[in-house]
Every structure is written in C-alpha cells, then in structure tokens.
C-alpha cells in the first residue's frame, strides 16, 4: 500500500526524480498515478485494487489553532513473483 497527498517540491525532491506531476514546455506531463504505476509496473508490481482518497489532518505543534486538511492517494499493489 502506498498512500501519498503527491505534493512535489523541488527544496525536497529533485524534479528530476518526480514520478508525474510535471510540464513538458507547454504541454501536461504524466500525473503523479500515471508515473507511479509506470515505475512499479516496471519493477515487478501490479496494482491489485482500485485507488482511493483518504482524507487527513496536519495540526501545527506551535500553534493548537492552525491545521491543514487534504487528502491522499492510496493505491494496493503486489509483487508479481514468477
């Protein structure tokens, strides 16, 4: 199971290591799902169940009045072993 909200930014994770969520000059590149299964499919992983979104909560530690809610992406898979 991997579970993400595919928030991508550069100061963390070199563009160049993104799995989707990118632009090709002006065209849209894959999405951040399209890129995961391509990168799985091709390290010996199936997707085994439809994807879901499951929502969450961040509160701030310094301040009790502030959080953030979004949601994640959470995809099953499986090795395919032969």
């Not at 590149?29 to 399209?34: H, R």
């Not at 390290?43 to 310094?62: I, K, S, T, Y």
Request: aromatic share 16%; proline share 2%; hydrophobic share 35%.
């Amino acid at each position: 199971m991997i579970a993400s909200p595919y928030t991508w930014l550069e100061e963390f994770t070199d563009r160049s290591n993104w799995l989707g969520a990118y632009k090709y000059g002006d065209n849209d590149g894959p999405s951040t799902y399209v890129g995961l299964k391509e990168f799985l499919s091709c390290h010996g992983f199936e997707e085994v169940r439809e994807a879901q979104d499951v929502w969450f909560r961040l509160d701030e530690l310094a301040n009790g009045r502030k959080s953030q809610q979004t949601s994640a992406q959470m995809t099953f898979w499986r090795q395919i072993v032969e």
